[in-house]
T-cell receptor, first 112, second 115 residues
Framework: QQQVKQSPQSLIVQKGGISIINCAYE??????FPWYQQFPGKGPALLIAIRPDVSEKKEGRFTISFNKSAKQFSLHIMDSQPGDSATYFCAASIGGYNKLIFGAGTRLAVHP | GAVVSQHPSRVICKSGTSVKIECRSLDFQATTMFWYRQFPKQSLMLMATSNEGSKATYEQGVEKDKFLINHASLTLSTLTVTSAHPEDSSFYIC???????????FGSGTRLTVV
């Protein structure tokens, strides 16, 4: 049973545009929702994370929107740049230190 | 910031041999370490969770006798792929967390190729 569903599988955005990736979770016990960026051959790197007590968190060009009632959260990348081209993963865990469950990933390509 | 060092970054081994991958937390004590496996263009699949001084907890479908995990200290966990076969070729990634709930730090991954 897939606990974290991520869409779209791939995304093409023009430079300067907004990239939006969505995730939905099933387990209501999840209370830590991070987003990771991964380049080929590298480990994932944390971009931004949110807990259910807030509906939005912004760090630079990256924003997480969180909808607890719908059990959904999304990543918005503003002013997308070619250097943002990578695979993005949403994830969820209980407590922020227990096992982390990943979404399927989104391959983002930002065209100049 | 928290740093996790994973070695080796790449390893090629012959079929039937064993390979050990190390994961070290350099500047913090990792209460829990996790091992993931990632096939090309796929997501990270959790293999096992290990806590210092206790036996690892393996996910369903992961052979514990094939993927030996040792977490002897709060800064070191090792994954040994025993009697490796070509189908074990994959990208293995470790991560570490603390009980404080401040999230996870990932290693840079190990590309294992079994020939």
């Amino acid at each position: 049973q897939q606990q974290v569903k991520q869409s779209p599988q791939s995304l093409i955005v023009q430079k300067g545009g907004i990239s939006i990736i969505n995730c939905a979770y099933e387990n209501t016990a999840f209370d830590y929702f991070p987003w990771y960026q991964q380049f080929p051959g590298k480990g994932p790197a944390l971009l931004i994370a949110i807990r259910p007590d807030v509906s939005e968190k912004k760090e630079g060009r990256f924003t997480i929107s969180f909808n607890k009632s719908a059990k959904q959260f999304s990543l918005h990348i503003m002013d997308s740049q070619p250097g943002d081209s990578a695979t993005y993963f949403c994830a969820a865990s209980i407590g922020g230190y227990n096992k982390l469950i990943f979404g399927a990933g989104t391959r983002l390509a930002v065209h100049p | 910031g928290a740093v996790v060092s994973q070695h080796p970054s790449r390893v090629i081994c012959k079929s039937g041999t064993s390979v050990k991958i190390e994961c070290r937390s350099l500047d913090f004590q990792a209460t829990t370490m996790f091992w993931y496996r990632q096939f090309p263009k796929q997501s990270l699949m959790l293999m096992a969770t290990s806590n210092e001084g206790s036996k690892a907890t393996y996910e369903q479908g992961v052979e514990k006798d094939k993927f030996l995990i040792n977490h002897a200290s709060l800064t070191l966990s090792t994954l040994t792929v025993t009697s490796a076969h070509p189908e074990d070729s994959s990208f293995y990634i470790c991560s570490a967390s603390r009980d404080s709930g401040n999230g996870y730090t990932f290693g840079s991954g190990t590309r294992l190729t079994v020939v």
